[in-house]
């Protein structure tokens, strides 16, 4: 992945501040073709002048109450978890420092079910994946769908041969 920052330098002028992969992204050992990119983070009201990249300033992928995180995931095919090598203890670790916040919402008794306080905006970018709701509901998703979530419960699945890359924008919810 790669991520490009501009912003207007005091002269008033358009310009490239970073030029590379970002900064936190993982490629995940125990979850052979698990990518996760976090790209960026705005913490509260947004604006054309932060300057700041909050994902290296803060811990949790989530965002603070009125924050956003953009991200890029690649999802392998669920037949990596199913094969005779896979550790899925290691791979739970891997996750949690991947995707600290995020994957800490994940249920146990339930892999890869999970629930973030967010409001989700996710686009398929690659590939075809499909988002598993509560009672089993399933929708499959092709490159180019859209799905906007309002903080449910899922899970993300890919039952085919090829890896799924998807993009998030994911709103943190103000306190009511």
Known sequence: MRRIV?????TGKSRVTSDGSPPRERVLCHTPGFVSSPIWMAVGAT??????????ERTSLLAPPGGATFLVVTFPPDSVMGSADFDPVAAGQEH???????????EPQSPGMHRTPTLD???VIAGRIVL???EGQCVTLVAGDTV???GV??????PGHTPATLSF????????
Do not use: C, K
Request: glycine share 2%.
């Open 96 to 106: 949690l420092e991947a995707a600290p916040g995020i994957a800490d919402t994940f």
């Open 6 to 10: 501009t912003r207007v330098d005091e």
């Open 169 to 176: 924008v994911m709103l943190t919810h103000q306190p009511d």
């Open 47 to 56: 604006t054309a002048e932060q300057r700041s990249d909050a994902l290296l």
């Open 121 to 123: 905006y996710v686009t």
């Open 153 to 158: 419960r899922h899970a993300w699945r890919n």
């Open 148 to 150: 906007v979530q309002h």
């Open 132 to 134: 598993e709701l509560d």
